[in-house]
């Protein structure tokens, strides 16, 4: 069982394992970002993308990509006008951040909201999207929870996200191991 945090895309690592793998399903759950690490030790996953940093004691980690930031604001915000927007440009604006946030970009000059934090980042967009300030989230983030109301541009200078592979440290299975054969690229013909 695959543990994938929201946003993840690993539609073509399935693909390869269902092409190579035809035999064995390759089951998907959902996981918080927040509850990762123990849903990699004690959920049952046999491995997991998420998100780091992660603490890597009794677990293997490939990192695998980096997601660009975004800022997601109303489609009638001026933060939209612009192609991308660095952190400057965010100075005085409203920053909305929810209680799942993965980033944890400090935004200088930026103002923080004056109401709880929204539980997660959907909740966040959508308040972003009614014209209340700004969020700064992954650009998979920002696909995943689109609206007509919001958009986001590129961020130049936040922080990236990278998503990696992780599976416990004793239990490295055939199955473990083809799938990082996988996700690293080999092919069906290739060997270690």
Known sequence: MLGVIPGATPGKWIDAWNERMPDVVLELRQIPV??????????????????????????????????????????????????????????????????????????????????????????????????????????SLARLHHRKDADYRTLRDGPVSTVALAWPADRTTPAVEAFVGIVRGRTANSSR
């Open 34 to 139: 927040a509850g990762q690490r123990e849903a990699v030790l004690e959920g049952g996953l046999d491995a997991a993308l998420v998100r780091l940093p992660l603490d890597r004691e009794a677990l293997h980690v490939i990192a695998l990509y980096d997601e660009v930031p975004v800022v997601v604001a109303a489609v009638e915000s001026h933060l939209m006008a612009a192609d991308e927007l660095s952190l400057r440009d965010l100075a005085g604006e409203i920053v909305v951040v929810p209680q799942d946030d993965v980033l944890g970009v400090e935004v200088p000059g930026a103002v923080a909201a004056s109401f709880a934090p929204p539980h997660d980042t959907e909740e966040a967009i959508a308040i972003a999207a009614s014209g209340v300030g700004f969020v700064v989230v992954p650009m």
